[in-house]
């Protein structure tokens, strides 16, 4: 176990590295002048613009621009926003908070309900396997942005149940105006989830080990609970980190849409002002929390099931 602990978390540190890599080339390849924005549509003299490319450093090579970032991220100086004007390590901490309490709440929704209904769906047949297929399939085929509009307009404007913007403050009114929000992010997934939990589950109910537990008189709770559970959270597992991990990227549209000034929020507002030390901060952290939650859910489906240890051995 030891050793590919080991082997999984070099990966994560090679993915992480090169994650970089490619964030900051991208950025510098895109069209646009951060410094214009600066400006705001007013011409600069030349010592101006001299003395702005100088303090980002936007003369030099590619390469040493890249190695100046680096370092100073590991010694935790993220850089300047341009279209702040303000350190990145205040805007990012300022609505990290926001993020967290909404891919948090999706995460709850995706496995408390996703797995539980997959598992029902898996132990019955007929009307009720038939019915959350079909609630599962169309949660998974609506994107998160309709999910959103609908919310808003049925249950934030016509009905009044919910506020329509922001993240409230203290735990209930967080609470309360994050639930929508978080159900448009991670419904998609619950399906998703409970979709594998029901597959994963009705193949080792079909299992000979299974059936002879059952044939020598075991109650089919136990039966369930102590053959079939274990040995089915290994693939479970590795989706609902897949899952999870995706969650980050989607709070981009999200956020948007309910007006949270998050994480992704920012990204969508540094991009549309060419702010590059934001959108490459902010971006590197996505990138990096997707990696790590999935190298999380690959430790512990091992951790489940030695058959996967074998396998990567």
């Known amino acids: 176990m030891a050793a590919f602990v080991g082997r999984r978390l070099a990966g994560l540190v090679v993915t992480c590295l090169i994650t970089s890599i490619v964030v900051f080339g991208a950025l510098h390849l895109a069209p646009g002048d951060p410094v214009a924005f600066l400006f705001h549509g007013r011409q600069p003299t030349a010592s101006q613009l001299a003395a702005v490319r100088a303090e980002y450093h936007l003369n030099d090579s590619l390469p040493k621009q890249y190695w100046l970032w680096l370092t100073r991220l590991l010694h935790g100086h993220l850089g300047q926003s341009i279209a702040y004007q303000e350190p990145v390590s205040s805007l990012i901490s300022s609505r990290a908070p ?22 029902w769906a898996a132990r019955k047949r007929g009307a009720v396997d038939e019915g959350i297929l079909g609630v ?57 989830v409970a979709r594998t939990t029901r597959a994963s589950v009705r193949q080792e109910l079909e299992r000979d080990h299974v059936a002879t537990a059952e044939a020598r008189g075991l109650r089919p709770g136990l039966v369930f609970r102590r053959h079939v559970v274990r040995n089915s959270l290994g693939p479970v597992s590795t989706i609902t980190g897949l899952a999870l991990a995706s969650l980050v990227a989607g709070t981009t549209v999200v956020e948007t849409a309910f007006g949270l000034s998050g994480l992704g929020n920012l990204l969508v507002s540094s991009v549309q002002n060419n702010d590059f030390p934001v959108v490459q901060v902010v971006t590197l952290i996505m990138v990096i929390a997707f990696v790590l939650v999935n190298t999380v859910a690959d430790l512990i489906a091992a951790a489940i099931d030695p058959r996967l240890r074998a396998r990567a051995a």
Do not use: K, N, Q
Request: glycine share 14%; net charge positive.
């Open 136 to 192: 599962t399939t169309v949660a998974m085929a609506t994107p998160s942005f309709v999910l959103a509009a609908i919310f808003i307009a049925v249950l934030a404007v016509a009905l009044g149940w919910f506020p329509v913007f922001g993240a409230g403050s203290g735990l209930g009114s967080r609470i309360h105006h994050m639930l929508l929000p978080s159900l448009a992010l991670g419904l998609g997934l619950v399906g998703l």
């Open 98 to 119: 926001t993020t967290l309490w909404l891919v948090g709440m999706a995460a709850v929704w995706t496995i408390l309900l996703g797995i539980p209904l997959g598992a």
